[in-house]
């Protein structure tokens, strides 16, 4: 099973930027899936979680209202929609799958079986 994100890029404070987690395997399993993000010198930081088979959506403080996550089951694709973006949002960003027993946004990123190369965001 193999990640792949898009759709990072630069962005000015209180823009908007959207990206994509495209999950390899077909069919579409019942993962939880985490999206984190690390800034440069900071440690790595779960920002949100979603469970593909329906449950709900769950997301840091640190986000929370700003961005959201929705699923494209058809396209094995997942989604973050980042909104009023801020200069401390920038960072690589990352989303993982796995079966985890607890699908929060402060699961371990070690938890996860597979994760992606990540993605670069820059708000400035």
């Known amino acids: 099973v193999q990640l792949v994100e898009s759709g990072g890029g630069s962005v000015q404070a209180g823009g908007s930027l959207g990206l994509s987690c495209e999950v390899s395997?077909?069919?579409?399993?019942?993962?939880?899936v985490g999206w984190f993000r690390q800034a440069p010198g900071k440690k790595r930081e779960g920002i949100a979680s979603i469970h593909t088979g329906g449950d709900g959506i769950l997301y840091a403080d640190s986000v929370k209202g700003r961005f959201t996550v929705s699923q494209d089951t058809a396209k094995n694709t997942l989604y973050l929609e980042m909104n009023s973006l801020k200069p401390e949002d920038a960072g690589t960003y990352y989303c993982?799958?796995?079966?985890?027993?607890?699908?929060?946004?402060?699961?371990?990123?070690?938890?996860?079986?597979?994760r992606g190369q990540g993605t670069q965001v820059t708000v400035s």
């Open positions: 993982a799958a796995g079966y985890v027993y607890n699908c929060r946004p402060d699961t371990r990123f070690a938890a996860f079986g597979h």
């Open positions: 395997e077909h069919p579409y399993s019942q993962y939880c």
